[in-house]
């Protein structure tokens, strides 16, 4: 069955750097892409990104450009998230979800989320 | 960017009744090459992932009741309960995929037992 099996919990101090990791399987990695959302305490969904595990594009929320990055490694089905120079507000849930391989696409499959705390 | 409105922020309704939960784009989503709108919708129970009831905005998921049902074109969209449970207390989102990204999401809509 497809699964999205995300690392767990963080805790970060303000400036500090984390890297998320979303391990896939059931399907054919290569075959799609890797949305990436976040939900800070009691808020809605956040869209942050996406990269395609198809051909590598990806496209990011401009209010975290320069901040995020968004890879894959193939050959062990892996998707991973950086953040960088974090703070306070980056405290969320990070969700992994399945998306489409080049274009924008629905998730119908979605990681457990991992808890980013960000405090000094 | 395409926002994404949701009306109304919470609603109450009684067991057995019908939720209707609204969505509007700043913005068409329809594509007019295979006139599908590219909107989907989602539960979210607390402590859980999304899970995905309704994409191209009308198509239910696997497994997803036939109760939920979503209906809308171009810019407003609609989410219907037509006789809620008790298992149905959640928040819900409605989330555009069209064309280029952000692919963005409603701000959510609770929905609580009356």
Known sequence: QVQLVQSGAEVKKPGASVKVSCKASGFSFTSYGVTWVRQA???????????????????????????????????????????????????????????????????????????????? | DIVMTQSPDSLAVSLGERATIYCKSSQTVLYSSNNKNSLAWYQQKPGQPPKLLIYWASTRDSGVPDRFSGSGSGTDFTLTISSLQAEDVAVYYCQQYYSTPPWTFGQGTKVEIK
């Open chain 1, 41 to 120: 305490p009691g808020q809605g969904l956040e869209w942050m990104g996406w990269i395609s595990a198809y051909n590598g594009n990806t496209n990011y929320a401009q209010k975290l450009q320069g901040r995020v990055t968004m890879t894959t490694d193939t050959s062990t089905s892996t998707a991973y998230l950086e953040l960088r120079s974090l703070r306070s507000d980056d405290t969320a849930v990070y969700y992994c979800a399945r998306g489409g391989p080049t274009s924008g696409s629905y998730s119908p499959y979605w990681g457990q989320g991992t808890l980013v705390t960000v405090s000094s």
